[in-house]
């Protein structure tokens, strides 16, 4: 039986299809009996299906800093 | 009866207000007024202005080039910001004029302009009928592409409102699709570390989401 905090870092590590075999299994398990555990999961798939229906966009920490560099330069 | 009697001369002892009387002037004084800090724009803005921008013009570069304008204009023009609309309101409103600016030098040579309807050319159809012209009443992606801008500008708020570490770990992770390794590589933190702050990133992410999206 694995804790509570360590069933959320796999159902988190689950939403980026990085979770092994086995922890997916030993998460099915606690979910099972879990009832906090398995709202929490639900809630953290559907972050998940939003962040994809949003089709989110973002500038790398290079692009940012170049802009800031031609920004320093104006004042 | 009793009750509807109207007394004369009790309207005398309402206090009078008037527009520009003092309780009021105090009152404008009392209200927190924003302030610009340019220093801040590019990690607070710039993908949220990044993300307004990409949904009206799809090429990224193009995009990211009008944000880095839309700065530019903003810290030139920022003795004139008068402090009524919020630092990000006042950044999106150049950044519009920025958008149709670039709409209006693509489409300056003439006849570019005009909106060309694009007839079918199968000119052997078996007729053409206005029933194949009409909109789809169940179409529904127009309206569902609108709500997943909103979306999509709701979400960078809420990034915006997290930590620096975890708003980066989060968008790396999920918006730019890096691996963990890679995360962890670039920023010297261990893989337990990463998880411990991507379920941090997403547990106050839910809740932001949950106060002003839902």
Known sequence: MISCDKAAIICNKAQYREATFTEKLKLRFHLFMCK????ATKENT????LCQKADLHSLTEQEKLKMKQILDKMN | MAALNYITGNEKKLKVIKSNSITFDNDKKRMPEHQLMPDKWVDLYADYL???????ISDAEVAKDLVQETFMAGLKSAKNYKGDAAERTWLIAILKRKVIDHYRKTNSKKGKAEVRMNYSSQTDAEGDWLEEQVADPFSSFENSDIENEE???AIQSCIAKLPKKQALVFTMKTIQGVSTEDICNELDINPSNLWVMIHRARTALMDCLNQNWF
């Open chain 1, 36 to 39: 906090t555990c398995s709202k």
């Open chain 2, 50 to 56: 990044f993300n307004y921008a990409i949904g009206r």
């Open chain 1, 46 to 49: 559907q972050l998940t299906t």
């Open chain 2, 151 to 153: 979306l999509g500008l």
